[in-house]
């Protein structure tokens, strides 16, 4: 047996949040966060639908799939976004009625906050470094 696979996992696509209503959710992060929807299909294997979004110029997707007793809506996703400019995003979040916590400025480190979609699930956004 060698060290390398010979199909090595190359990379990121998608990260699912469970989510209690999937139309409500889909809403929040459509419209309240500008986030572009890729795929809304009915998925009967998950008694819902997969519903698959990403922010402008990532990558990187998000997938709203139905909450279920394994997992459960209203956890710490994990999950970091990027944003050129912290204090404004979060100003406006703010602005919406989207539940925020404090703007944190640590020296050394790009201002960053954490807030909640409409289930509670814990998202965090950092301030991308400038570019040289």
């Not at 979004?53 to 209203?74: C, F, H, M, N």
Request: net charge negative; no cysteine.
């Amino acid at each position: 047996m060698t060290d390398q696979t010979k199909a090595p996992i190359d990379g990121i696509r998608t990260v699912g949040i469970p989510v209690s209503d999937q139309d409500r959710a889909l809403e929040f992060y459509a419209k309240t966060l500008g986030f572009e929807k890729l795929v809304d299909a009915p998925v009967e294997q998950l008694g819902g639908r997969w519903i698959e979004l990403r922010p402008p110029r990532s990558t990187v997707t998000i997938a709203l799939t139905p909450a279920a007793e394994k997992v459960p809506a209203g956890v710490d996703t994990g999950i970091r976004f990027t944003t050129e400019d912290a204090v404004a995003l979060h100003a406006e979040l703010s602005d919406r009625g989207v539940d925020v916590d404090e703007l944190l400025h640590w020296e050394g480190v790009p201002p960053m906050f954490d807030f909640r979609d409409p289930d509670g699930n814990v998202l965090y956004v950092s301030e991308s470094p400038p570019q040289n």
